[in-house]
């Protein structure tokens, strides 16, 4: 149980990579039931038997194709590059109706990925509302959290600002952010999306900069309620 509610199934499309796989291995110790998408079975089953093993057997996770996974699931998020983004989401599309959606990729154009560069429809979670229409609620989030930190055990400082198209959505994911162990903050509408999403990149300038590897942002001044 979460919150008091019956544990739902997330699928995490593109979840055999590095962020995907690592907010899988959170939910599913969280006891979520993931499922892992991707754009080969055999490499989501190898991918759920590794986080598995990562929690010594103890969890329902479940490796199968990206269609799939979000068929079978209430929750489905994107953990894609960009360059796979919008093929992804109309392969997936149809599945999502009346769902929620969570988008948590970032519009990098490598090999420029530490200079902002968002597409015309404002931010890649924006995009994804355009291809997938009104029946489905997309909120942005974990777009800051590097994946090295994700398989750690150590507190991970860095906040989550979730964006989407409603509160009750940003609420959903609200819920998922503390789940994984993380602080998250209701950033607002979808339209905000834009400044997280573009935030990445100034992470990513700032750890080549300062030689860190997984830079991150802390909302001061505010307290949750
Ligand atoms: N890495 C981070 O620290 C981090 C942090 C915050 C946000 N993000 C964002 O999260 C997303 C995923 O990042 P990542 O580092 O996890 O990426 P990744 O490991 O390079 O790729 C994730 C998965 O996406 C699938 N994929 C790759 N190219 C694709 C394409 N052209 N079309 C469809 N699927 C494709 C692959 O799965 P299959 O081959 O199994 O289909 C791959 O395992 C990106 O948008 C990134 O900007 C990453």
């Keep these: 149980?979460?919150?008091?509610?019956?544990?739902?199934?997330?699928?995490?499309?593109?979840?055999?990579?590095?962020?995907?796989?690592?907010?899988?291995?959170?939910?599913?110790?969280?006891?979520?039931?993931?499922?892992?998408?991707?754009?080969?079975?055999?490499?989501?089953?190898?991918?759920?038997?590794?986080?598995?093993?990562l929690l010594e057997g103890s969890s329902s996770v479940v490796g199968t194709t990206n269609l799939e996974a979000a068929q079978q699931a209430e929750i489905i998020v994107l953990t894609v590059p960009y360059a796979g983004h919008r093929?992804?989401?109309?392969?997936?599309?149809?599945?999502?109706?009346?769902?929620?959606?969570?988008?948590?990729?970032?519009p990098l154009v490598p090999p420029k990925v530490s200079k902002v560069q968002m597409p015309a429809a404002g931010s890649a979670a924006q995009?994804?509302?355009?291809?997938?229409?009104?029946?489905?609620?997309?909120?942005?989030?974990?777009?800051?959290?590097?994946?090295?930190?994700?398989?750690?055990?150590?507190?991970?400082?860095?906040?989550?600002?979730?964006?989407?198209?409603?509160?009750?959505?940003?609420?959903?994911v609200l819920t998922l952010v503390e789940a994984a162990g993380l602080t998250g903050w209701d950033a607002g509408p979808i339209e905000n999306s834009v400044v997280v999403e573009g935030l990445t990149s100034v992470l990513i300038y700032i750890n080549k900069q300062y030689g860190s590897t997984y830079a991150g942002i802390k909302i001061t001044g505010a307290q949750h309620q």
Excluded at 7 to 33: N, S
Excluded at 87 to 106: P, S
């Design 1 to 53: 149980m979460v919150n008091g509610s019956l544990m739902l199934t997330i699928a995490v499309l593109g979840g055999t990579g590095k962020e995907g796989k690592g907010l899988a291995y959170r939910w599913a110790k969280a006891g979520y039931r993931v499922l892992i998408g991707s754009r080969s079975s055999e490499k989501a089953i190898k991918a759920a038997s590794e986080i598995i093993q």
């Design 127 to 172: 995009e994804a509302r355009e291809i997938l229409g009104e029946d489905v609620e997309v909120v942005a989030a974990f777009q800051n959290i590097s994946h090295e930190l994700l398989l750690d055990e150590e507190e991970i400082e860095c906040d989550v600002l979730v964006t989407g198209t409603s509160k009750k959505a940003r609420a959903e």
């Design 87 to 106: 093929e992804t989401l109309e392969d997936v599309k149809d599945a999502l109706k009346g769902k929620l959606f969570v988008d948590v990729t970032v």
